[in-house]
């Protein structure tokens, strides 16, 4: 897998815009507009609570990349 970027509130960009179309795919409702704001924050903190994940803290790093591409 890829490096990818650690993404967290405030990110822009075509990352986030990735993680948006992801979680929309996952059955979570974004606009997919490429900022990482607090409704993106907000699903990434759902996932990863609903995905059993050590950290539930909004931030898209390493674990939460496994497992949102898994």
């Known amino acids: ?3 990818r970027t650690i993404l967290r509130l405030g990110s ?3 990352d ?3 993680l948006q179309q992801i ?3 996952k059955g979570y409702s ?3 507009d490429g900022d990482f704001g607090p409704r993106t924050e907000d699903a990434v903190r759902r996932f990863q609570k609903s995905h059993g994940l050590k950290k539930v803290d909004g931030i898209v790093g390493p674990a939460t990349w496994n497992a949102l591409l898994s």
Request: net charge positive; glycine share 6%.
């Open 16 to 18: 986030v815009t990735y």
């Open 30 to 32: 974004l606009k997919v």
């Open 1 to 3: 897998m890829p490096v």
């Open 12 to 14: 822009k960009g075509k």
């Open 23 to 25: 979680l929309n795919k």
